[in-house]
């Protein structure tokens, strides 16, 4: 399979742009004066000249015509432009040259100036977005403790003092509070207690964010897709202050009936065939042990796989290793015929629902997934560490649930695939929905796995000569492929059934309600979920809490937050799904970034995943964070010199998490962070979707002390506050643009080499010169795009300096000619560069998909068609090399070359 690729290239050298009709100055030059005319920011324009923009030269003979009239003709003429401007400006003002709308506003502006403002300021996004930007200014100043220092840079330093103010809020007793609550019951979706909690979080949000809420919380439950629903999403009707409510969805979800797992000897080949069938010998407990210590372990709920097909099967045992395509591959090539038996796989690898889709393809009978202790690295019984509770290894009774959902074909209700849920939805027949396995599957620990590996000694072949990761490591055990001689018994019935799920949200409006940003983590748990989700839930918690009592300060983001709490994440990110399919032109017109927090705490090692655009965000938002683990630092004040986090890494997003709808099906930036386990570390064993993961576990195991929630939270708050309220969107293009040349030379050495190249292997003739063209083509754009924002920069510092200087009366004697003329201009062109950085990621989307799986549109980054949640690159690309032997390439080398060369052409735009 394709690497997970983390290098950055090269930087790309300076370079002149290609000039436009209405470009006469490179994009990129060294001289710095040059820059400032490119972005229309000559000396004069940053506050040094008063005027008004205005041509009267122009209008000369005219005035010496009406000279008794002069005035009304003026007025009149003025008038006439200022409304053509506008008409124009609301139209089409992203794309018209900044120097003819910022000369036409300036008409405008005069024309108010002159008549006392007695004309109101016509409806316009940019200019009212524009307007917004200049109340931001104005909101940070006012909040701030401290005035701005001379010589310094105003807008940063009172942002800094914001980040502050947020980061003395969080704490982690109150992520352990809150944490407490939400794992009293187990809460998996459509359930009552998923309900109930859906509310509670409702109630909790309303309170951390200041929001009066009426007694019936049910007047706040809406149908998706009603007129409530999308007004308080859209936020029309709606009055200034935050909004909270749940929508409903109706969805397949399944339940358990009954399921059962034995082994029995074979029927003796000399027998009656109407003889009954032996007795089993070893029956399955499909169930974790009840632990003293654990108090929620007594309320535990049944092992099943969601969306897992219901039956019965009888077969011999095969064992194929991770249950990967190669290693269903490798039993063909030594003559092990899977095709009517039972398969046993490990967790590990690839995703679960694609080891049952392997499986199935193979001709398998029934799938059963367990956890080998390969999995949990140097923290295992067999190293002598004691299993929890006494200590920090797996239980052997542990249980991983989890959805079999053919989560890399689509995400969502596997009924309504790019269609949201509705209760009246046209829903697909299950047998002709893709994402739906079609064999029986059930999960195991490896306490009731043991005895089927043990019924395969000597069977078949050693697993090692398959493939070095095919043997696992349980103690006692060979690992030979089989067939046994023993056959196995499966039973999994489940109800297959259309079901409610709530997802909750809460909206903090911003100055512009154009620019959203989006923060999501999912409720619902396969059991307590005190590390899936409910870390994240109990992060999110504090988070609000900060920026709610920021809000009570009196700060107002420039950019409205919307927080999401999503519902059935765990049986395919299903809500979060169904909210992008439903409201996907209003995401794809508003959102600038999506912020997701799944597992906020399940280990010591801090991990962050996001788009390229977004991975400096990360970094330097985790830079600002105290380390828990560091010594002597404190999460608390981030005191401690060199304690502060460190991410050297930001890897791809692939999929496994609700980021997924807004990345590769919108193509919205998107980020994931959290602390998972350190890699060949000792941190304690995460028991992963089964009934030990609780507050116990984590209280004593997981985080106790629970400071790493604290600083999840403080990180995920940083990178929200630097989202929603810097100026300047923290969208990196230059870095995206950097990162996509190293994608490329990735696939040309599969093409060239065959490295990698899946089932198929060999080399691909595939002409990869015009992607690369296309990609140079971005980068200088990007580049010049990077020059720009630094130029807009230095001018807003500029004038943010000599209006600290100014005094208020000089203000008004200059009115819109003065300096605030001078920063209305530039506000301008920050916004219009804002849009296009929130764009760019939207360039990667093909409304056409990917070969086979055309829900997922992302041609720059999916997960792989046989990984699921890693992340494949250049996937369309990628996997017509890797997967199907060359088919398509060309053509999808074209088809990214044109996308890149459309986002290359959008970037230069002006």
């Not at 008004?52 to 003025?78: Q, V, W």
């Not at 018209?96 to 002159?114: E, W």
């Not at 990984?867 to 996937?875: E, F, H, N, R």
Request: charge should be negative.
């Amino acid at each position: 399979m394709p690497p997970v690729l983390h290098r950055m290239a090269s930087q790309p050298p300076s370079y002149t742009a290609p000039l436009g009709d209405d470009d006469k100055v490179p994009l990129l030059v060294d001289d710095e004066k040059r820059a400032h005319a490119r972005h229309g920011l000559a000396d004069e324009e940053l506050g040094d000249s008063g005027g008004d923009g205005g041509d009267d030269d122009g209008h000369a003979a005219f005035f010496a015509a009406a000279a008794r009239s002069r005035s009304r003709h003026r007025a009149i003429t003025l008038a006439f432009v200022a409304a053509f401007a506008t008409i124009y400006a609301c139209l089409f003002g992203a794309s018209l040259p900044s120097l003819v709308t910022d000369g036409l506003a300036d008409m405008a502006a005069d024309l108010r100036h002159q008549l006392g403002a007695a004309i109101p300021r016509p409806h316009c996004p940019h200019a009212a977005a524009v307007a917004a930007y200049r109340s931001a200014l104005d909101n940070l100043e006012s909040i701030s403790a401290a005035p701005i220092p001379a010589a310094s840079h105003g807008h940063r330093n009172h942002l800094e003092h914001l980040e502050q103010s947020f980061l003395a809020i969080p704490s982690a007793k109150g992520a352990r509070d809150a944490l407490e609550r939400y794992t009293r019951h187990a809460h998996y979706a459509g359930l009552d207690a998923d309900y109930h909690l859906a509310l509670q979080v409702l109630d909790e949000w309303a309170g951390l964010l200041g929001i009066d809420l009426p007694d019936n919380r049910t007047q706040l439950v809406f149908d998706a897709g009603s007129n409530e629903s999308k007004d308080h999403v859209q936020g029309k009707g709606h009055a200034t202050g935050p909004r909270a409510w749940t929508d409903t969805y109706s969805v397949w979800l399944n339940y358990p009936i009954n399921s059962s797992l034995t082994l029995s000897r074979p029927r003796p080949s000399d027998g009656d065939d109407d003889q009954p069938a032996p007795e089993p010998y070893f029956t399955a407990a499909l169930k974790e042990d009840v632990l003293d210590q654990d108090p929620t372990s007594a309320k535990g709920v049944p092992t099943f796989h969601g969306y897992s097909a219901s039956g019965s099967a009888s077969g011999q045992i095969v064992y194929a290793g991770m249950g990967r395509r190669e290693d269903f591959d490798g039993l063909a090539a030594r003559g092990i015929d899977v095709r009517g038996k039972v398969v046993l796989v490990s967790y590990g690898g690839v995703f679960r629902g694609l080891k049952v889709r392997a499986a199935q393809e193979a001709g398998a009978v029934a799938c059963l997934i367990y956890t080998d202790p390969i999995e949990d690295g140097n923290v295992t019984v067999g190293n002598g560490y004691a299993a929890y509770p006494d200590g920090p290894a797996r239980h052997p009774s542990a249980v991983q649930r989890g959805s079999v959902q053919g989560l890399s074909i689509y995400p969502g209700d596997p009924a309504t695939p790019e269609k949201p849920s509705y209760r009246n939805a046209t829903r697909l027949d299950p047998d002709t929905a893709d994402s739906l396995p079609k064999i029986p599957s059930l999960p195991l620990s490896y306490q009731d796995a043991r005895p089927l590996l043990e019924s395969l000694r000597g069977k078949g072949v050693p697993a090692r000569d398959i493939n070095d990761r095919m043997p696992g490591a349980l103690p006692g055990i060979e690992y030979w492929t089989g067939p046994s001689d023993d056959v196995a018994h499966v039973e999994n019935h489940v109800d297959l059934e259309v079901r409610d799920i709530w997802n909750t949200y809460a909206v903090l409006p911003g100055l512009v309600d154009s620019e959203v940003v989006i923060m999501g983590n999912h409720r619902d748990a396969w059991t307590f979920g005190a590390a899936d989700p409910n870390s994240g839930t109990a992060a999110f918690h504090e988070t609000i809490k900060g920026l709610g009592e920021l809000y009570r300060r009196g700060w107002r983001p420039l950019r409205t937050i919307m927080f999401a709490s999503w519902d059935a994440e765990e049986y395919g990110l299903v809500g979060s799904t169904e909210f992008g399919e439903d409201h996907a032109e209003w995401i794809r017109d508003n959102a600038v970034a999506y912020h997701n927090a799944d597992v906020s705490v399940s280990g010591s090692q801090f991990h962050a995943f996001a788009s390229p655009s977004l991975a400096g965000l990360l970094q330097h938002s985790a830079a600002s964070v105290a380390d828990p683990n560091a010594q002597g630092g404190d999460a608390g004040t981030g005191a401690g010199a060199g304690a502060n986090i460190t991410l050297d890494t930001v890897s791809p997003l692939g999929s496994g998490s609700d980021f997924t709808v807004f990345l590769q099906y919108l193509g919205i930036a998107s980020t994931d962070m959290g602390y998972s386990a350190r890699a060949g570390g000792t941190d304690p064993v995460y028991m992963y979707h089964s009934n030990y993961d609780s507050f116990y576990w984590m209280d004593k195991f997981g985080d106790p002390g629970f400071r790493r929630h604290e600083a999840a939270s403080k990180v995920l708050g940083l990178a929200a506050i630097r989202t929603a309220a810097s100026l300047f969107s923290p969208i990196d293009v230059k870095a995206y643009a950097a990162k996509l040349e190293a994608y490329l030379d990735d696939v040309d050495k599969v093409a060239r080499d065959g490295d990698g190249a899946g089932v198929l292997g060999g080399r691909v003739d595939v002409d990869l010169r015009r992607v690369r063209r296309a990609i140079r083509h971005v980068q200088r754009a990007a580049a010049g795009v990077d020059k720009e924002r630094a130029a807009l920069e230095r001018a807003v510092d500029k004038l943010l300096e000599k209006r600290r200087r100014t005094s208020a009366a000089a203000d008004s004697h200059h009115g819109h000619g003065g300096h605030d003329g001078a920063l209305r201009k530039v506000l301008g062109r920050v916004r219009r560069l804002n849009e296009k950085v929130r764009l760019f990621e939207q360039g990667f989307i093909d409304p056409q998909g990917l070969p086979g799986r055309t829900w997922y549109k992302h041609l720059g980054v999916a997960p792989g068609r046989w990984l699921g949640y890693g992340a494949t690159t250049l996937p369309g690309l990628t996997e017509s090399i890797t997967l199907d032997g060359g088919r398509g390439a060309q053509h999808e080398a074209d088809r990214l070359a044109k996308h890149l060369e459309a986002m290359a052409r959008r970037l230069q735009r002006h």
